[in-house]
T-cell receptor
């Protein structure tokens, strides 16, 4: 079946540091790829998406590029803020079904 | 646009009791999902509805869990009887027909603690 593997956390960074959270996937069909963010006590919010190979999704300074050859969708941000502290989930959608990774907790310190 | 509404936000029950959660999706979203999110894990699909029909309930523990979406709008998820391992956040999500392109909109979830 489909699966999503994220780098294990937690990840702790200082403000203005560069962020990378790795995500790789296996899927039948041609999936769409997503990053969701979950703040404490809240549901998941869609952060960005990409629907075909080489597409780059971006939002709020975060970016991720759909790499079909490496089956990856790594999340990056050039300069993190304290307000970016949250849990980040990589997900795919294929043939009407979605699969989520187990999340990576990011803590940004001032 | 109003988001996905869920209630209650928190619930504490004893094992073997029953509990019900309610979800009202975004207006016009045909597809509704219930997910279980255990602490430290990603959401796991319990059941998916398309309008008022079940599309996928293969991961729903049907001996104790049930769900309905009678009029194709709001939905109720029930657990009876609850077990300790049911302690989790229950998330409701909805999507338009083209969920593969636009992703899901999630509610804030119901945190269930079974003691």
């Amino acid at each position: 079946g489909d699966s999503v593997t994220q780098m294990e956390g937690p990840v702790t960074l200082s403000e203005e540091a560069f962020l990378t959270i790795n995500c790789t996937y296996t899927a039948t069909g041609y999936p769409s790829l997503f990053w969701y963010v979950q703040y404490p006590g809240e549901g998941l919010q869609l952060l960005l998406k990409a629907t075909k190979a080489d597409d780059k999704g971006s939002n709020k300074g975060f970016e991720a590029t759909y790499r079909k050859e490496t089956t990856s969708f790594h999340l990056e941000k050039g300069s993190v803020q304290v307000s970016d502290s949250a849990v980040y989930f990589c997900a795919l959608s294929s043939l009407g079904k979605s699969t989520f990774g187990d999340g990576t907790t990011l803590t940004v310190k001032p | 646009e109003a988001g996905v509404a869920q209630s209650p936000r928190y619930k504490i029950i004893e094992k073997r009791q029953s509990v019900a959660f309610w979800c009202n999706p975004i207006s016009g979203h045909a597809t509704l999902y219930w997910y279980q999110q255990i602490l430290g894990q990603g959401p796991k699909l319990l059941i998916q509805f398309q309008n008022n029909g079940v599309v996928d309930d293969s991961q729903l523990p049907k001996d104790r869990f049930s769900a309905e979406r009678l009029k194709g709008v709001d939905s109720t998820l029930k657990i009876q009887p609850a077990k300790l391992e049911d302690s989790a956040v229950y998330l409701c999500a909805s999507s338009s027909v083209r969920e593969g392109l636009y992703g899901y909109t999630f509610g804030s979830g119901t945190r269930l603690t079974v003691v």
